[in-house]
């Protein structure tokens, strides 16, 4: 479910208006890099004189006549082997699993008042125990009463304080993110669908040069 909602979620992100483009979706529109110029490569398609549809993808830089001189790039070449350097990855079961411990990692270490707040806690849980022992002995003054309310006052501040902290940027548990990337492997990558979601999913930018 969640990664389905995570999916509809990246699905409704969408920030390239043209990629729809001569009824044919370019996938890489607002991912694909000129290597030469660094400026974005469009989707442009034209007809050859049998009246069959080509496309590619061209830098600005070349059609705006900025003085690049990159070539364009066959649309469907460019889209595989795309998808099919980021089945690489998906099928690498020793990089998804440094890839989960980076992310586990990366967890624990983004929330530093969390741990903080844990240490906290267990201070006044300790001294807590220790009053309950004094109790125990027959030592119950005014003071300890005092006390152990006080202590039993910030302990119950504390919970709250961590609850707040961990329901504001709950974890992720490891077998959720193994299992997102185990996903991907029940994926069609000859359905549209699909491939938009791997390269949604795993591309953030691509510079390409000529050779």
């Not at 300790?126 to 302990?155: D, F, Q, V, Y």
């Not at 504390?158 to 990337?181: C, D, H, Y």
């Not at 699909?194 to 953030?204: C, E, L, S, T, Y």
């Amino acid at each position: 479910e969640l990664f389905d909602a995570v999916q509809r979620r990246m699905e409704s992100n969408k920030k390239a208006p043209a990629r729809h483009k001569a009824e044919e979706e370019y996938l890489l529109s607002t991912k694909l890099f000129c290597g030469k110029c660094q400026r974005m490569m469009a989707g442009e398609s034209g007809k050859r004189r049998d009246d069959t549809v080509y496309r590619y993808y061209k830098c600005s830089g070349v059609k705006r006549k900025l003085g690049c001189d990159k070539k364009t790039v066959r649309k469907t070449w460019i889209e595989d082997l795309v998808i099919a350097e980021i089945k690489k990855i998906v099928y690498d079961d020793a990089l998804i699993e440094q890839l989960a411990d980076d992310v586990m990692k990366l967890q624990e270490t983004e929330n530093m008042v969390v741990p903080v707040l844990k240490n906290q806690l267990a201070e006044v849980e300790k001294g807590i125990e220790n009053l309950l022992n004094a109790i125990m002995m027959g030592i119950c003054g005014e003071s300890t009463k005092n006390k152990m309310a006080e202590l039993e006052s910030r302990k119950s501040e504390l919970q709250i304080q961590i609850a707040k902290e961990e329901l504001g940027k709950p974890m992720v548990s490891r077998e959720i993110i193994v299992f997102w990337f185990h996903k991907f492997r029940t994926f069609d990558t000859n359905r549209l669908e699909h491939r938009r979601k791997f390269i949604d999913a795993f591309v953030n930018a691509i510079f390409l040069y000529d050779d």
